[in-house]
């Protein structure tokens, strides 16, 4: 049984997003969450209803895209226990997940080449989160909230 990874983008993502769904699929079961075309469609609601599938436990892990990753990465930030990471190399991937326990990665599909983004994928995948020290500031940043 391959591991489930969610991936959404908007019609800015879309195209990158179709890379990385397909070369991806032969060791994940990638879930889709849309968007299915160029056509012109708004973030917020897409990427705020694949961060509510990884709440609910239906993935584990979501991959989101945007034009820039801005937009997505504020729009997953607003929801608690969804910590998502704004990506553009390979270290700040890796950092994410060790540091940051990330969940959700996001890359701006206008931003990033194909190759680039699919390295920054893989470490993100393959990097786990580190504990310790850790633990105690993720914590601090969930009793941040008002």
Known sequence: ?????????????FALKEFLRKSLEESFEMVDYGTKSEESVDYPSLVGAACQKVLAGDVPRLIALCGTGIGASIAANRFPNIRAALC?????????????????????????????????????????FEGGRHERRLQLIEDLKP
């Open 1 to 13: 049984m391959k591991p489930k990874i969610g991936i959404v983008s908007d019609h800015g993502g």
């Open 88 to 128: 553009h190399d390979e270290f700040t991937a890796e950092m994410s997940r060790r540091h940051n326990d990330a969940n959700v990665l996001v890359l701006g599909g206008r931003v990033l080449g194909t190759d680039l983004a699919l390295r920054i994928v893989q470490k993100w995948i393959q990097t786990n």
